[in-house]
């Protein structure tokens, strides 16, 4: 079994934000924009190297995406950083009629997404973003696993020419991916071969999954962990591949049942390859204040729920 | 100087345009569009610098957005004579399979159109963002925009306004279509609004009144007096005084043709009161 080093702990928004600065280096068309969160989303390197690219708006999300969307008619590429609450849910008409129906090249990018914002409680921490977001027609939707991985994102949606949604979160959660590793848009990067079972997770909920597989593999249960970062489009043809082989699978994201990643996958199976599936994801409630760890435990999040659904879903074979 | 007698033409044609085409279909906003007749007809006739064809990014020229899009058969009509696209395809106006969609939209591809608009309130954002991509591009042509009086209520206005004086946005003009009325009626009954100048002075932008909106010669003056605040560290307002369906005596005046078509008689009587002048489409 493949395994993976955990080179230390380093939080996605960072990865974020040293993106964005080799951006601002070799893009020149490359221009941020953000609402009052400059520390939080990493953007304080691209405006001291670039303060005439660099756009603070203030407090005023939906006046931001409007700009943004202005903005790539002269061939800006604007990045819009809030947190993942204010990038979706508070401006979903902007980006609905301005972004994507308009067909406008933003890059929305949004870190604090999910119940690990933590302390702040559940009006900060947003579990529908996915939904609402893949639900726009063109939309790109990216959920990156760790700071290796949200860098390279990073910098490959700036070449990629419409709307995307990159999120991101705010904890240090292991690095496990290559360093300056490639990045293709809607491409499932399969991380350990198994024959049991498939577990497709996205965002950091892929190290929990392989964390899971591991003890897994000590009683006997032989699991394909596949790293979903782009849930739109999404790569059915690496699914069904697997399925095809381990016959159940196990979806796992840090957001809502209803609208995420599990449903995308259900979808995919109940057209081309009929599995059963367990659902790791949170359960149509809000989170709450605590810390990432009791809360990933709280709702259900963690490796040990990601290997109760294997064995869940094994007996429905 | 233009030619005014060209520009009432041109506007006499147009409103004929508005009436067939929102009759045709039985919906659409003729009251809104008939008010703006004149400002559009100036707008791309004279006051604004463009390139021949459409190009998107529209470097090296003036550019426009419409943010209360439902005023769309004014704007089609405009641009379609103004040669972006064939005056017969006005026909299509909301029809299936139409670039001329109820509501703007860059969606169908149809030249002339850099946003979507509808949707109220967005549309200075993107103005504004537009405005500010052009100084980084070292392009020195203005971004114009049009604004319903009612649409101000949306709270995004207020967001960008804020923006665009404390970033000294000096290369846009706004203009605000203040013919007093909205669906549910005058927007003093439906919410006062209060002194626009005032307001939009307390948040740094300069304003220029035009009093009579539905006149070419007026507007022409009061866009030249706009035009040359330009560049002076401040975004420009342009209030610009209109009577909603002006022009055809029994839509003036009211918010009753907001959005609602004229039927057979009434479509006679509009166009009664508009001779052709350039040919119907």
């Known amino acids: 079994m493949k395994t993976y080093t955990n080179t230390g702990n380093k939080d996605t928004?960072?990865?974020f934000g040293a993106g964005l600065t080799e951006l601002g280096q070799t893009n020149e068309n490359v221009v941020a924009l953000?609402?009052?969160?400059?520390?939080?989303l990493k953007m304080d390197q691209f405006k001291a190297n670039h303060p005439e690219r660099f756009f603070q708006v203030g407090i005023a999300e939906a006046n931001m995406i409007g700009l943004a969307a202005g903005m790539t008619i002269g061939g800006k590429i604007p990045f819009t950083g809030t947190f993942a609450n204010f990038s979706t849910g508070r401006v979903y008409d902007q980006i609905r009629q301005s972004v994507a129906y308009s067909g406008k090249n933003v890059k929305i990018c949004a870190s604090h997404a999910g119940v690990t914002l933590g302390e702040d409680g559940a009006t900060h921490q947003i579990l529908e973003d996915i939904g609402l977001m893949k639900m726009l027609p063109g939309m790109t939707v990216i959920n990156t696993c760790d700071y290796n991985q949200t860098k390279a994102a990073t910098l490959a949606i700036a070449e990629h020419n419409g709307p995307v949604y990159l999120r991101f979160g705010r904890p240090k959660v292991a690095n496990f991916t290559p360093e300056n590793g490639d990045f293709e848009i809607g491409k499932a990067v399969k991380l350990t071969e198994g024959n049991d079972v498939t577990i497709v997770a996205t965002g950091h909920l892929v190290w929990e999954a392989l964390e899971a597989s591991k003890v897994l593999n000590e009683v006997g249960i032989s699991a394909e962990v596949i790293n979903i970062h782009t849930i739109k489009p999404l790569d059915d043809k690496a699914i069904i591949e697997?399925?095809?082989?381990?016959?159940?699978?196990v979806t796992a994201e840090e957001h809502n049942h209803l609208g995420g990643l599990g449903e995308s996958v259900a979808r995919a199976l109940a057209l081309h390859k009929p599995t059963p599936q367990e659902f790791v994801a949170t359960n149509d409630t809000f989170g709450e204040s605590g810390t990432p760890a009791q809360l990933m435990a709280k709702y259900g999040l963690d490796r040990d729920a990601i290997q109760n659904a294997v064995k869940k879903v094994l007996k429905r074979k | 100087m233009p030619n005014i007698q060209e520009l009432e033409d041109l506007t006499t044609q147009v409103r004929r345009d508005i009436l067939r085409?929102?009759?045709k279909v039985n919906s659409g906003h003729p009251g809104g569009s008939l008010g703006c007749a004149e400002f559009f007809v100036t707008l791309?006739?004279?006051?604004?610098?463009t390139n021949d064809g459409f190009n998107m990014d529209g470097e090296g020229e003036d550019l426009f957005f419409l943010s209360n899009g439902h005023i769309s058969p004014v704007y089609y009509s405009v641009l379609a004579r103004s040669g972006y696209f064939p005056v017969d395809e006005l026909n299509t106006f909301r029809l299936i399979d139409s670039r001329l969609q109820g509501h703007p939209t860059t969606h169908e591809g149809l030249p002339g159109i850099r946003i979507a608009s509808g949707s109220l309130g967005q549309g200075m954002s993107v103005a504004l963002g537009a405005a500010q991509t052009k100084k980084l591009n070292n392009d020195n042509h203005l971004v114009y925009s049009l604004h319903g009086d009612g649409e101000l209520q949306e709270g995004q206005n207020w967001e960008a306004i804020m923006y665009a004086a404390g970033n000294n946005v000096d290369n846009i003009i706004s203009t605000i279509d203040l013919n007093g009325q909205q669906i549910d009626g005058s927007t003093d009954t439906v919410l006062p609004m209060g002194s626009l100048r005032a307001k939009f002075e307390a948040f740094g932008w300069t304003v220029v009144d035009i009093e009579n909106g539905n006149n070419v010669e007026a507007i022409l003056k009061g866009m030249a007096e706009a035009k040359a605040l330009t560049g002076k560290g401040k975004p420009v307002c342009v209030l610009l005084k209109t009577v909603m369906g002006n022009g055809v005596d029994f839509m003036m005046h009211t918010h009753a043709?907001?959005?609602?078509?004229?039927?057979?008689?009434q479509l006679a009587i509009g166009l009664e009161q508009n001779a052709e002048t350039l040919g119907d489409y």
């Open chain 1, 13 to 15: 928004r960072s990865g």
């Open chain 1, 34 to 40: 953000c609402a009052d969160l400059i520390g939080s």
């Open chain 1, 242 to 249: 697997s399925v095809s082989k381990t016959g159940c699978i």
């Open chain 2, 21 to 23: 085409m929102v009759h």
């Open chain 2, 44 to 49: 791309y006739k004279d006051i604004m610098k």
């Open chain 2, 257 to 265: 043709w907001h959005g609602k078509a004229p039927n057979d008689e």
